[in-house]
């Protein structure tokens, strides 16, 4: 099938859902972390890209994550 070019690239930090929230929270809740991670590799072998992330310890994170379960941080909070 035809493979989808992905959104984000290597080194991007994005944030991730939360997943200490249970099914029943409303809007003003964030649903995203707050801490940081970093893109360390895409699978380009599904039909979806597939990302995977680690935390600023380098600590990768358990699963592998869909574009939609991303939400990239603007690059001007990045600089040192």
Excluded: C, Q
């Amino acid at each position: 099938g035809l493979k989808r070019k992905p959104k984000y690239s290597v080194g991007d930090l994005v944030r991730i859902p939360r997943t200490d929230l249970g099914k029943h929270v409303k809007g003003a809740v964030a649903k995203w972390t707050e801490n940081l991670y970093k893109i360390i590799k895409i699978d380009l072998g599904y039909v979806a890209p597939m990302y995977y992330v680690a935390d600023e310890f380098g600590a990768v994170y358990s699963r592998r994550l869909y574009e939609r379960e991303l939400n990239k941080v603007s690059d001007v909070l990045n600089r040192d």
